[in-house]
């Protein structure tokens, strides 16, 4: 990450605790914030209306970087991945949707591995489709046949380049499309290692993030698809995950201000907590996010998986879901998570108002120092729910964001990061 003189706020207090899964290092945090400054240099845009050929994208879904620079946008729309130099300029696109190999029905995840390695993960074929540094097609792995829906969730690349994380309760809804029903709730959310060197993905338990009670609810859009969606209550703990260039990843799980580190084969080894209280979720609070998501209930149809919904009947199911809403007894302070190219954690706190996502965000590093806090308005991370902000880190201060435009299209700025 470029940056000019950066002071490190170390441990103010350390403790070493037997947990599950062996010693546990608890590292607190300082209570007060340290402001920071930070500064954008733009470098290019791609997806501009205005733009070249390559670059009209039908849907912008996810981005990522490789170590050298490149931006890689998957078009999910399109079912192609177009490859940007780090000057902006047209590299190569590959995939394209249909049957046979590097070829895809619904490609729906991007991992980038450091040295140029390619996954996307396709739901259609239920595979991960694997390309090489030039594009060029390598094999396609099957996902692991398991009980109940198939589920989509975030996945981040494996600095060994052979594997990716993923994580149970990260996904914005499952999807029933036949098999056997799953018999066993979850009782965890547990972030899983997924390895790709053989012909069906194996998944390894690196951590199990905590699972607040409750039961998922079911969705059916017009008779024709049922979402299995995971229950979340309104303000409670998101399962949030980053990966650290050592291998370890980083996890929120809780409504308090803890950031996990946990370890393949080790689980978690160490927690960095800040003294910050969440606040209590009282009936006026309930009754004011009520009254906003009312307000903000669009009129204008939806689309789940591909079945769309009239305006009137989503605006209809819309109201009904926001009575029926269940809330978390207080606001966790965590509402996003990302991980840096150099190992920093950049954490979201919600702002003044309990809905609001893009508070202050808070820098940590995976040694357990606090850098500083930007102050809230400053920094939006990109969220499934709202797909636009800092979408990912690169390397050498790189970040890209997807930003839309007064027509709703899409756009991926590349800018270099820098922040004292």
């Known amino acids: 990450m470029n940056r000019k003189s950066i002071g490190s706020f170390f441990v103010v207090a350390g403790l070493v605790v037997s947990g599950p899964g062996g010693a546990q290092e608890i590292i607190s945090l300082p209570a007060e914030d340290h402001h920071l400054e930070l500064w954008f240099e733009e470098l290019y845009r791609v997806g501009v209306l205005s733009g070249e050929d390559w670059e009209k994208f039908g849907n912008v879904r996810l981005v ?4 050298a620079g490149q931006l890689y946008i998957l ?22 949707r249909g049957e046979g190999p590097g070829e895809f029905q619904n490609a729906d995840g991007l991992v980038v591995m450091r040295g140029g390695r390619v996954v996307i993960a396709d739901i259609g074929h239920r595979a991960y489709h694997l390309f090489d540094a030039k594009g060029e097609f390598e094999r396609r792995v099957r996902m692991a046949s ?39 709730r979850h009782t965890t959310r547990p972030v899983v290692r997924v390895i790709l060197t053989d012909r069906v ?53 809780s409504s308090a201000y803890e950031v996990k580190i946990a370890r393949p084969g080790e689980g978690v080894w160490r927690i960095l907590k800040r003294p910050l209280q969440p606040i209590p979720v009282t009936n006026r609070v309930i009754e004011a ?34 009575e029926q809403l269940q809330f978390f007894e207080e606001v966790s302070i965590i509402r996003n998570l990302k991980t840096g190219w150099d190992g920093e954690i950049w954490v979201q706190r919600h702002g003044e108002d309990p809905a609001d996502r893009y508070g202050p965000v808070d820098v940590l590093d995976m040694h357990g120092r606090y850098r500083g806090t930007f102050p809230a308005g400053t920094l939006q991370l990109q969220t499934a729910v709202r797909p636009v902000g800092l979408a990912t880190f690169g390397p050498d201060g790189l970040v890209a964001f997807i930003e839309r435009d007064e027509l709703d299209v899409k756009t991926v700025v590349v800018r270099r990061l820098q922040w004292r």
């Open 75 to 96: 078009d999910n729309q399109n079912s192609r991945i177009t490859l940007v130099s780090p000057d902006g300029g047209f590299v190569r696109a590959f995939g394209r």
């Open 146 to 184: 398991e009980p109940g829906p198939l589920t989509l969730t975030e996945l981040l690349p494996d600095p060994g380049g052979q594997a990716v994380f993923s994580a149970v309760g990260s996904q914005t809804f499952g999807l029933v499309i036949g098999g056997s029903a799953r018999t066993i």
């Open 289 to 322: 996010e009520k009254q906003r998501q009312q307000r903000s209930a669009s009129g204008g149809g939806s689309v789940l998986s591909g079945v769309r919904e009239s305006p009137r009947g989503s605006r209809a199911r819309a109201l009904e879901r926001i």
């Open 201 to 253: 993905a194996r998944k390894d338990t690196v951590a199990n993030g905590w699972l607040p009670d409750g039961e998922p609810s079911s969705y059916t859009v017009g008779d024709l698809v049922t979402l299995d969606l995971p229950l979340h209550k309104t303000f409670g703990p998101l399962m949030l995950v980053g990966v650290l260039p050592d291998g370890s990843v980083a996890f929120s799980d």
């Open 64 to 67: 990522g970087f490789d170590g």
